[in-house]
DNA sequence: GTAGAATTCAAACGAGCGTTTGAATTGACC
DNA sequence: GGTCAATTCAAACGCTCGTTTGAATTCTAC
């Protein structure tokens, strides 16, 4: 058994698992850190204490390296979503869930997640949110198919729980529900909006969600566009 | 005078203006169809029907040249929005204007450079959506200080239009906001949410705010979180 | 018209990229 | 212990990248 060196270990705890599952950790480390593009194949195979053909030979190429880092979690993540969705459902027979019960139905996966650093944590959340922005064809195509059975079934919740709402206007809605949740998710705060408040520690992300929550849910019930107030580019005085 | 064929271009009205603005507008598009990373030098100076060296003759670098491209349309919407708040404030002495008021206008100006397809219009927008979540250190420092003066002075206007809100609980709502907005504003739409909704159309921008500003400014004003609703992850029934 | 600065140009540099190859090594089973 | 498939490995392939260079060209001003 030669020694192997592992030259320039990024503090992945390599060279413990097997080769598909230390690849898929380096990736997931270094695809949030750095993004898709900006992250190669021979700086991710040696922080994962593999040979630099292993990529291509476990995954086949390094584009289905990173579907298979998002759907690893993201499938699992979402079929939770699902089954919460169908239990809340089920609690109340008849009549519609509460939209606080949908929404939490549908954040509080992502938070056993971010929680849970042994499926990746905060890391692949915000390697998710990431994603979401990102240009590249294949990344787009990928996630609108991993989530859409997800969306759908949502949609027709929220859509009994807020009758007020046409179909069209909760579409928007839930579009800018998702901008603030990976936003949220992503951590990115390119804004520097916070000075002292850190994203980091463990407790905060109960906290998180309970600030998001009232947040979304006020959003989502605000009352449909229809008194439609005049917005008045820049009247001029 | 030598006949200047155009080699690949890809629909930028390129041989009109000098050689900066052509590069500028050229890297424009292809930041925003592409993203930083996989835009290469040469696709966009052929596209702006430049030499391949006038990048770095110009900016200096592939990273000055996005800056640059940030900065031209920027710096007019942030200072715009600047003005704005001003004359919000001012017609109002003494009181602080409404929470709707302060969001308009922050909106506006993005709305108005939306529309004003001399200065980018719609593609800046998404170029600048994409950029918030973009991980390279230098986008993500350019932005916070671009962004710095005019979020801190809606924080304040903010902070006296919503006084049941603590300034931690502003700074985390104001996040969501540009979460929110961003994601709006870049278009990305990875969740396929809108089957027949277009973007494109240029009548919708003013209906997309009319939509997204109801639903910030309920997110807004919802209470301050106090009442803690215990938050049980997944109660095992 | 000519000097001198500014700009444009073709060409090349060195480096890094994703992927492929074919031999070496390992592991499982008869 | 031998066989064969699965895996690992070092090396190379072909290509594209951002940047630099130095000569050619254009522009400006006397």
């Known amino acids: 058994m030669p020694s192997r060196p592992a030259r320039k270990a990024v503090a992945i705890d390599a060279t413990s698992a097997d080769t598909k599952t230390r690849i898929l950790d ?9 993004g898709f593009e900006a992250t190669s194949l021979r700086s991710l195979t040696s922080a994962a204490s593999v040979n630099l053909a292993a990529v291509n030979y476990d995954f086949g190429s390094k584009e289905e390296l990173f579907q298979a880092v998002l759907t ?6 979402n ?14 027979p008849g009549r519609p869930p509460s939209c606080e019960k949908i929404l939490f139905a549908m954040l509080v996966p992502a938070l056993k997640l971010a929680r849970d650093e ?6 692949f959340l915000r390697l998710l949110g990431r994603a979401y922005a990102d240009p590249a064809p294949f990344i ?8 859409a059975e997800m969306i759908g079934r949502y949609k027709e919740a929220f859509l009994r729980a807020l009758p007020h709402l046409s179909r069209q206007e909760l579409t928007w809605r839930l579009h800018f529900v998702m901008g603030a949740l990976s936003y949220t ?3 990115t705060d390119a804004l520097k909006l916070f000075s002292q408040v850190t994203l980091t520690d463990r407790d905060n ?3 998180l969600l309970q600030r998001l929550a009232p ?3 006020a959003g989502l019930k605000a009352p449909a566009l229809a008194d439609t107030r005049k917005l008045e580019l820049v009247s001029g005085d």
Not at 26 to 34: G, K, R, S, V
Not at 72 to 77: I, S, T, V
Not at 140 to 147: K, V
């Open 26 to 34: 380096a990736a997931e480390h270094l695809f949030m850190e750095h």
């Open 72 to 77: 690893r979690r993201l499938d699992p993540m």
């Open 79 to 92: 079929q939770e979503r699902i089954v919460l969705l169908e239990k809340v459902e089920r609690e109340a």
């Open 118 to 123: 042994k499926r990746g944590g905060k890391n």
């Open 140 to 147: 787009r195509h990928f996630l609108s198919a991993q989530y």
């Open 185 to 187: 998710l992503a951590g």
């Open 205 to 207: 992300d109960e906290l």
């Open 215 to 217: 947040f979304l849910v």
